[in-house]
C-alpha cells in the first residue's frame, strides 16, 4: 500500500478487472508542475499510515459494497509527471465504484499518516494543508 | 525509563527521523516536550508561539493514539512508549 518504487499502474488495473465487476474506476494523483516546484519529497509513518490505508479501505467495502478496493502510495523523492498515488475501486455498477474511488482519495487526504514536501530551486516547503 | 520518538516532516528535519531518551521515571508528555526543546536547537521555536502556548498544528500521538492538546500534555509516560510528532497530514 506504500511503495518507495514507481508505481505500475497497468499491473494496479490488471489487478481490478475481473467478470465479478462491470466497472473499475481509478483516481491516479501525479506531481503536477507549480511554479518553482523541482520534484516532491514523501515520507510516511509507516505503520500507522498502513493501519489507516486498510481501515479506509474496509470502509469504503463496507459503505458502497465495492467488490475490490486497492490502494497505492509513493513515498522518497517523486520527479514531476510521476505517480504518487493510485485508487483502484470494482464493482458490479459504475456508480458504487465511482462513489468508492472519490470516498477513499478524500478520506486518505484528511487522515492518512503521510507529508509532502515541494522541492525548489532554493530548499523546499512542507505542504500545509490547512 | 526509555521513550523512543518518531517524528515527521519539519520536525523530523530538527529532531530526526527516530530517536530515543532516557527521562526520569514519572515523567509525562509535557516533560518530554520541554526536555527535546533544551537538546534539539530549534524545537521550542517550531512548537510553542511567542507566548509559550502549544502551536495549533502540533499533532502528537502516544502509542499510535492522537492525544488531545493541550489537555494530554499530562498523560504518563511509560518505559519504552513511542512518541510521534508532526503537523497535519498532506498526502494524496
Known amino acids: ?130 | 525509563m526509555k521513550i523512543n520518538i518518531r517524528a515527521f516532516a519539519g520536525f523530523r528535519e530538527i529532531l530526526g527521523r527516530e530517536i530515543s531518551l532516557e527521562i526520569e521515571e514519572g515523567s509525562n508528555v509535557s516533560d518530554l516536550i520541554e526536555r527535546l526543546c533544551r537538546i534539539k536547537p530549534g524545537f521550542r521555536d517550531a512548537v510553542f508561539s511567542e507566548t509559550g502556548e502549544l502551536r495549533d498544528y502540533v499533532i502528537i500521538m502516544l502509542n499510535r493514539r492522537r492525544l488531545d492538546m493541550p489537555e494530554d500534555l499530562n498523560s504518563p509516560l511509560s518505559d519504552n512508549d513511542e512518541v510521534a510528532i508532526f503537523p497535519p497530514v498532506a498526502g494524496g
Open chain 1, 1 to 130: 500500500m506504500i511503495t518507495e518504487g514507481a508505481i505500475d499502474l497497468a499491473e494496479m488495473l490488471r489487478g481490478a478487472i475481473s467478470p465479478e465487476s462491470g466497472a473499475v474506476v481509478a483516481f491516479i494523483g501525479v506531481v503536477r508542475a507549480d511554479p518553482g516546484v523541482t520534484a516532491l519529497e514523501i515520507e510516511a509513518y509507516d505503520d500507522a499510515a498502513l493501519d489507516e490505508l486498510r481501515r479506509i479501505k474496509e470502509e469504503a467495502i463496507s459503505r458502497f459494497g465495492v467488490s475490490y478496493v486497492n490502494i497505492l502510495h509513493r513515498k522518497g523523492r517523486i520527479s514531476l509527471g510521476e505517480i504518487i498515488v493510485v485508487v483502484a475501486c470494482a464493482s458490479p455498477h459504475r456508480k458504487d465504484a465511482f462513489d468508492a474511488c472519490e470516498y477513499v482519495i478524500d478520506e486518505l487526504k484528511r487522515r492518512v499518516l503521510i507529508w509532502k514536501k515541494e522541492l525548489t530551486g532554493e530548499g523546499g516547503r512542507w505542504v500545509n494543508t490547512r
